[in-house]
């Protein structure tokens, strides 16, 4: 499997403010790579470097193997993508803004027009003007531009912002559609945890323009943590009768209500039982397991902490 994206040291600053910090990404072919941070922590500008909209102040790019300089445009070519939020000519068709990127892009393929806009599931809408559409739609139709010159790579900068569970659901099979059928290398960019887990082959958790961790899904399954979360009255309490009387120190303490024990060699009945001897309201308390949002608060915030 090829590296279809390299990234290396990447930085940029605006008036002396580093916003993107040193990141360095590897991109493999065929994958969907879930570019994975809370909102401003510059995803959106890694993506603009990408494709050249805006300039690092240092490091390097690398797209099918060719560097990305400041006069390379070519490879764009290569490339579907949507920043931020696509723009339409509203009163004209889907079919008629379609052609109109044809005509740009210089291609004369109108069975082509035909074919994506079945491929995103907007078949039989093509005679229908843009402003008619809902968030979702345009979203589809935004993908069906990006993807009308069969692209390698396909970038989306948080397509599923402001779309209901259905728009959701429906852009994450379109992306896992485009992936297995199409073979296009995916980098799409989101802050829902959820979302993400359920399409990547590999994860990039970026943080105040630093990337914290890039990581193969399969492997945070693998390393699954399990967990008891206990929820009390009072955590503060709870976390010293843990500590003093049962010696546990893996713990966090996630709110005033919330603890989660991590440490193995306790038993659930032991704890529950000591809880309630020292008059702590024990109000469930079970056996959990951690998933990708676990991992991601638990780099966000630097690891678990005792109380």
Same mark, same amino acid.
Do not use: W
């Given at each position: ?15 002396? @403010?580093?916003?993107?910090? @040193? ?11 879930? #570019?994975? $941070?809370?909102?401003?922590? /510059? ?15 240092? /490091?390097? &790019?690398?797209?099918? @193997? +060719? ?5 390379? #445009? +070519?490879?764009?070519?290569?490339? $579907? ?25 210089? !291609?004369?393929?109108?069975?082509? !027009? ?27 139709? $935004?993908?069906?531009?990006? &993807? ?11 397509? !599923?912002? $402001?779309? *209901?569970?259905? /728009? ?35 994860? /990039? ?38 500590? =003093?009387?049962?010696?546990?120190? *893996?713990?966090?303490?996630? *709110?005033?209500?919330?603890? =989660? ?22 109000? =469930? ?10 991992? #991601?608060? *638990? ?9």
């Amino acid at each position: 499997m090829g590296t279809m994206i390299m990234i290396n040291q990447l930085s940029k600053a605006y008036k002396g @403010n580093e916003i993107v910090s @040193n990141v360095t990404m590897h991109i493999e072919s065929g994958e969907i790579y879930g #570019f994975l $941070g809370p909102n401003g922590a /510059g995803k959106t500008t890694i993506m603009k470097m990408i494709l050249n909209l805006v300039k690092p102040t240092s /490091g390097e &790019i690398f797209v099918l @193997n +060719q560097p990305v300089l400041q006069t390379s #445009f +070519q490879y764009l070519g290569h490339i $579907g993508s949507i920043i931020e939020y696509p723009v339409f000519y509203e009163r004209l068709t889907a079919a008629e803004n379609l052609q109109y990127h044809c005509d740009y892009m210089q !291609i004369h393929a109108e069975d082509r !027009i035909h074919e994506v806009l079945e491929t995103v599931g907007l078949t039989g809408v093509e005679d229908k003007k843009v402003h008619e559409f809902s968030l979702g739609m345009k979203q589809r139709l $935004g993908i069906a531009r990006a &993807i009308l010159t069969k692209p390698e790579i396909l970038i989306l900068d948080e397509p !599923i912002n $402001g779309l *209901d569970p259905v /728009g959701i659901k429906d852009i994450r099979m379109l992306l896992l559609k485009l992936k297995n059928e199409c073979g296009m290398t995916i980098l799409v960019s989101s802050h829902i945890v959820s979302e993400i887990e359920s399409i990547a082959d590999t994860i /990039g958790i970026i943080n105040h323009g630093q990337l914290i961790k890039e990581v193969k899904m399969s492997e945070i399954i693998s390393e699954n943590v399990e967990y008891l979360e206990i929820k009390v009255t009072d955590s503060k309490q709870a976390s010293l009768v843990l500590e =003093r009387k049962l010696n546990i120190h *893996d713990y966090e303490a996630v *709110d005033l209500e919330t603890i =989660r024990v991590y440490q193995q060699d306790v038993s659930q009945s032991v704890i529950n039982k000591e809880l309630v001897l020292n008059n702590i309201v024990v109000n =469930r308390i079970g056996t959990q397991q951690s998933n990708l949002e676990e991992y #991601f608060l *638990d780099l966000i915030h630097g690891g678990r902490q005792h109380a």
